[in-house]
């Protein structure tokens, strides 16, 4: 008797354990699905990104009160520069927002929100047909993440609007201000996956741009540190897209034979790539590099993938 009372006692005593929902995990991070800038002279930035870099423009989307919400310059079929013609300041900044493309919207959607950022309530198809989600970064930069749906207006578009014309067909990275570094790794690295590959800087003794690679691909997310007060010709250098060619001197010879506007000369950057530096009509840096370093690159070692 006195040991059944001892072991119901003992029982009462114990913690009560509740099962705990199980934790959401990230779905995969594949790459940069597009930047979206703001133009004010959209005949302009069209003969830019249509005839000097030769990108088809793929098609439109309307705003529901009627009139051009915004259009799509496409690089691959994964990878799009949209161009919104909603600039209406010269101090405003270009960058509208970059996106990546995810495999699982809605299980990121609700990831990010396990880890405390700010999601929207729920997901529905966009305009375009896709799932999507929007975040602030530390930055205050829109964040896009999508996810491509079949029979969405992209899908639809799967091998087509892919001319011979085009000057590179990868978007290999974007670039954009960032004051807080510990603030950014947070987001970047610490929720979303992305890891450092490379950082550099105009001394060896400083940190001006750190590469930070997305999880399950390729392309990558690029710091760009120390600016202050920027104006808006800073801003679009900083804030900016890169496309990856496999010889800057061929396509630097393309571009002369299309008469494109260029204020640089291709150079080997502080990375140790060909690079060639373009810009656009409202100031964005369209940045044409190599793959791989042709000398040794300054300040850190280059992880491969």
């Known amino acids: ?73 496409k690089v691959n079929d994964h990878q799009y520069i949209e161009l919104f013609p909603e600039l209406k300041d010269e101090a405003e900044d270009r960058l509208s927002h970059i ?53 969405s207006l992209h899908s639809r578009n799967f091998g087509k609007a892919l001319p011979a014309t085009r000057i590179a067909d990868h978007l290999i990275h974007v670039g954009a201000i960032v004051q807080d570094r510990a603030a950014a790794d947070h987001f970047y690295k610490d929720i979303l996956g992305f890891q450092e590959f490379w950082h550099g800087g105009m001394t060896d003794e400083r940190a001006d741009w750190i590469d930070m690679r997305v999880p399950e ?36 010879k393309i571009l002369l034979e299309r008469a494109a506007h260029m204020q640089e000369q291709p150079k080997i950057g502080r990375d140790g790539k060909w690079q060639l530096n373009l810009y656009d009509p409202n100031l964005t840096r369209a940045e044409l590099m190599e793959p791989k370093p042709v000398q040794t690159p300054c300040c850190s070692p280059m992880k491969d993938k």
Not at 127 to 144: A, K, Q, R
Not at 224 to 243: D, E, Y
Request: with cysteine.
């Open 99 to 151: 996106c990546f493309e995810t495999t699982n919207a809605r299980q990121l959607r609700d990831y990010l929100a396990s880890q405390g950022v700010k999601v929207p309530d729920s997901l529905k198809l966009g305009v375009d047909g896709n799932y999507s989600i929007m975040v602030t970064d530390p930055d205050g930069h829109n964040v896009e993440f999508m996810e491509y749906v079949p029979g």
């Open 217 to 252: 691909g390729t392309d990558w997310m690029e710091y760009m540190m120390n600016v202050r007060n920027p104006s808006p010709r800073t801003r679009g250098v900083m804030n900016h897209l890169a496309l990856g060619v496999p010889s800057v001197e061929a396509a630097h």
């Open 1 to 73: 008797m006195l040991s059944r009372i001892s072991m119901l006692v003992a029982m009462a005593g114990a913690p009560c354990l509740v099962a705990q929902p199980p934790a959401v995990k990230r779905p995969p991070i594949v790459g940069l699905a597009h930047i979206a800038l703001k133009t004010n002279d959209l005949a302009a930035a069209r003969n830019f990104y249509g005839h000097d870099l030769g990108f088809q423009e793929a098609f439109t989307l309307d705003k529901p009160t009627g009139g051009l919400m915004l259009t799509y310059f």
